[in-house]
């Protein structure tokens, strides 16, 4: 593929005839390791430590079929591309924008944001620019409260204002064993209950980040799933999950680390630091399959897997 080079400000280019497809990858979440509270120079905002998960969106571009200066179809993705495009002065030829996923939509695995860089990163390829994070959130803060999988690293984000308060390496990570919750929650429809419960149990809020961030800054696996669970805990007094009681009681059974949820949406399992056993699967599927649930496995963080 022959790639165009990066246009000055101003300028208006299309790709080279030679060039036929880009892609774009980006991954998803399985909620958060933490959300709630956090006061960062001198100002309240949401806080999350996003749990990103080997499941994935992918944005394509094939050039020379379909449509002039084509969109991609999804709202949110064809306002990330638009902005890109507008910024750089750029236009794409005739083409076709198509997607995969393997995230589901609205139940809390950060699947529009992953749309949204993933279309980006394909944006990036075409053009031949390099990928530039800082473009990416400020395009993200023109279209929603995003999660920080445009990351290669955890952090904790300022969901709410699109910065980065704390870098927290590549160190942790788990194998997990999940279940989906039907039905769908509007994160901005329920941002002022959460406001709510934030102010109402500040004090256990702090205590669960700071013994979050203590063990991210120490490595420490154990300890960032026993903050986890206690975040899961809180997030279950405000938005609760069906399953949150039994998993919750059967923790110890199973031998797991902690527990995790989507705090605005539907994915709740168990974190575990060490490989589970096949029979160890066997029993966590027949015990979510008797909770009414399919359950999946999946790795999730960084660290070693």
């Not at 990103?52 to 944005?59: E, F, G, H, I, M």
């Not at 997990?176 to 004090?203: I, N, Q, S």
């Not at 160890?280 to 999730?300: I, K, T, V």
Request: glycine share 12%; aromatic share 10%.
């Amino acid at each position: 593929m022959t790639l165009a080079p990066r246009p000055g400000r101003g300028t208006v280019r299309a790709v080279p005839a030679s060039a036929r497809m880009a892609s774009g990858v980006c991954n998803g979440t399985l909620g958060e390791l933490f959300q709630g509270p956090v006061a960062h120079r001198g100002k309240r905002a949401i806080g999350v430590i996003s749990f990103p998960v080997d499941r994935y969106s992918w944005a394509y571009f094939t050039e020379g079929c379909g449509d002039a200066e084509p969109l991609p179809a999804l709202q949110k993705a064809s306002r990330g591309a638009r902005l890109f495009l507008r910024r750089h002065g750029l236009r794409l030829p005739r083409g076709r924008w198509s997607r995969h996923t393997e995230l589901n939509v609205g139940v809390g695995m950060a699947s529009s944001t992953a749309d949204i860089v993933a279309t980006l990163r394909c944006l990036f390829q075409f053009f031949g620019m390099p990928y530039d994070q800082i473009e990416v959130i400020d395009i993200l803060s023109r279209i929603e409260r995003a999660d920080s999988v445009f990351l290669d690293e955890s952090a904790l984000y300022l969901s709410d204002r699109h910065e980065v308060a704390e870098r927290l390496g590549t160190s942790v990570g788990f194998h997990t064993c999940f279940v989906v919750e039907p039905g769908a929650v509007d994160t901005a429809g329920v941002t002022p209950l959460l406001l709510g419960h934030y102010t109402a149990r500040g004090d256990a809020y702090r205590a669960c980040l700071e013994g979050a961030l203590a063990a991210f800054r120490a490595g420490d696996v154990v300890g960032v799933a026993r903050a986890a669970t206690t975040s899961a805990a809180l997030s279950q007094e405000v938005l609760p999950k069906v399953t949150h009681d039994a998993v919750a009681a059967n923790r110890r059974y199973f031998g797991a680390d902690g527990v995790f949820v989507a705090h605005t949406g539907g994915v709740i399992g168990y974190l575990f630091a060490d490989r589970l056993a096949r029979k160890r699967m066997d029993e966590l599927s027949a015990f979510f399959g008797e909770l009414g649930y399919q359950c999946s496995f999946a790795w999730g963080g960084y660290g070693g897997a």
